[in-house]
């Protein structure tokens, strides 16, 4: 039962351009989002999280939007970059539960 | 040390062997987890410490795997009896008091274990 649920498993995107990457999620006990990117060989690292008392958070290029009744989040990257090329993984966690539960990740292929 | 270290990074074995994975987790950290990712699959939450609480080891997919640490430093997985659906990138992540809102984990490389 996916919880966190990635449905574009890849994603190509001109560099300079805009990548949306998107996430839905069915828990409605989650209220933490995090974002984390991954590189071939390599562990998730931390990218952007968002709490659930926001509908948006920046941080230079990345930007992530919370759409809590629809259950939905989405990643904005802009510009694209050829070095944003990885796999990113999109993340939620219930108040007080320390554990986080992860999508399948989606493959941003940013084209130079 | 400056990142989560885990050894060995790669580990071919044969079915039906028992492996030991091993995670030097970042200094300081008190919280440390395993996840796991099967090909095709996202991260497969497999156990959770903190601290010197008993640890949520609500992921652990069978009674074939154990996980310990001592204290808030290193920790061993083990798989015993190896199959081959253990086959999977094993991923350890630590974090200053498991997390907080602010901050996210940090992982390290992972091993992959190939079970034939």
Redesign the interface.
Known sequence: D?Q?K?NSPSLSVQEGRISILNCDYTNSMFD?F?W?KKYP???????I?I?SIKDKNEDGRFTVFLNKSAKHLSLHIVPSQPGDSAVY?C?A?GEGY????????TKLQVIP | GAGVSQSPSNKVTEKGKDVELRCDPISGHTALYWYRQRLGQGLEFLIYFQGNSAPDKSGLPSDRFSAERTGESVSTLTIQRTQQEDSAVYLCASSLNGGGLNYGYTFGSGTRLTVV
Do not use: C, H
Not at chain 1, 41 to 47: M, Q, S, V
């Open positions: 996916q966190v990635q933490y995090l984390y060989a390599e562990g998730p690292t931390f990218l999280s709490s993984f993340a966690r320390q554990k986080v539960t992860f999508g399948i990740g």
